[in-house]
């Protein structure tokens, strides 16, 4: 069972870069082939924010953080990293690790299409 666990969650003054991590126990090259970060505001439904695919080149970004947000991964220590630059009060929330086979890394993002999930790790932007 693949296990993802999130880091780097924190309080941030608005502007000020933030970065999260996401760490697997164990890697499946299918089942895993795409990773990337969601999102939860309060009282809001789970938005897809950025993807990446280890076997292809994908990568996908939502309108609401594209030049913003980075994702980034580390085949070796089987990690995915989300940097957070210029960070706003709307990009508050629990921010989750997830992965999934190849398609779900493919627009439109599905909550659906992902296998595995961490617990999450809250993001707050203080003004």
């Known amino acids: 069972q693949v296990q993802l666990v999130e880091s780097g969650g924190g309080s941030v003054l608005a502007g000020n870069p933030l970065n999260l991590s996401c760490a697997a126990s164990?890697?499946?090259?299918?089942?895993?082939?795409?990773m990337g970060w969601f999102r939860q505001a309060p009282g809001k439904e789970r938005e897809g924010v950025a993807f990446?695919?280890?076997?292809?080149?994908?990568?996908y970004y939502a309108d609401s953080v594209k030049g913003r947000f980075t994702i980034s991964k580390n085949a070796v220590k089987r990690a995915v990293y989300l940097e957070i630059n210029g960070p706003k009060p709307e990009d508050i929330g629990m921010y989750y690790c997830?992965?999934?086979?190849?398609?779900?890394?493919?627009?439109?993002?599905?909550?659906?299409?992902?296998?595995?999930w961490g617990k999450g790790t809250l993001v707050t932007v203080a003004t």
């Open positions: 997830t992965a999934g086979p190849p398609k779900a890394c493919y627009a439109p993002i599905r909550t659906s299409d992902f296998e595995y």
């Open positions: 990446s695919s280890w076997g292809g080149n994908i990568h």
């Open positions: 164990q890697f499946d090259s299918y089942s895993e082939d795409c």
